[in-house]
């Protein structure tokens, strides 16, 4: 819809090209969500369970951006997996940089978390929130005072609304999220689907979850976060280095 709508097509002109392909596409699909269904209880042991565990998964495109949640309990000896809700949305029509709309993620992600504890009798031990994007967690592990303001304000939300400690990396691969920003994927509307299960490694022990891996990416990280900074934020951060070059190689010719 968001496609056709930016085309400038008339009210009443005839859709054409890859939009009429979307649209069959997206038809042909439509009559196999009468297969979707969602538990009306979440689990057996909810109620009784000693701990409770609530895992929210953030993603994005250029196209769209969401997050879908899923209680996560422990109950003799073996884990238990439900799905709870999710929100979705489309990008919007001023294009958005990468970083930026999984930070948009991130900031549903939070809210939704927040909107699920609240809205539940039943304590949540922990929280846990999954984004497949290292730039944003470098983001919510600094002060929000020091970036521009669409970055600032939202890490900021984000940082009243949940605690840093509560954000892991997860790996695209393994993000269920990444279903919801997708287009060209074709639905799983089947009881065993992972958007209905959650990723399997919620199944296994925490210290089989994954781990966030030091690898090249960190470099492009460091350029994202410089270029969200403020200026005079920017420029102090640089002095400071530059004065530490300076320190080490007064030392080195001491």
Not at 26 to 52: D, G, M, V
Not at 54 to 66: I, M, N, P, Q
Request: with cysteine.
């Amino acid at each position: 819809m968001q496609e056709v709508w930016r085309s400038k097509i008339g009210w009443d002109d005839e859709i054409s090209g890859s939009s009429i392909e979307k649209w069959l596409s997206w038809l042909k699909q439509l009559p196999e969500i009468t297969n979707f269904r969602i538990p009306r209880c979440y689990l057996a042991h909810f109620s009784t369970s000693e701990s409770t565990e609530l895992h929210v998964f953030c993603d994005a495109s250029e196209k769209a951006y969401g997050a879908v949640a899923y209680f996560r309990i422990p109950y003799h000896g073996k884990v238990e997996v439900a799905l709870v809700m999710t929100r979705a949305r489309v990008a919007p029509l001023k294009s958005l940089s990468i970083p930026r709309m999984e930070l948009q993620a991130a900031v549903l992600g939070a809210r939704l978390g927040n909107f699920i504890r609240e809205g539940h009798s039943r304590k949540i031990n922990k929280i846990y929130y999954w984004p497949d994007n290292q730039t944003v967690l470098c983001w919510l592990k600094s002060d929000s005072h020091r970036f521009k303001q669409f970055v600032g304000h939202r890490v900021g939300e984000i940082q009243e609304l949940t605690n840093p400690t509560e954000w892991r990396w997860v790996p695209t691969a393994e993000n269920v999220g990444d279903e919801v920003t997708r287009d060209t994927n074709i639905c799983d509307w089947g009881h065993q689907s992972r958007w209905i299960n959650g990723p399997d490694f919620l199944r296994l022990a925490e210290s089989e979850w994954p781990q966030e891996r030091t690898n090249s990416k960190k470099h492009t990280d460091k350029v994202e976060e410089a270029v969200e900074m403020k200026k005079n934020a920017y420029y102090l951060q640089l002095q400071f280095h530059q004065l530490l070059i300076s320190r080490d190689t007064l030392h080195g010719t001491s």
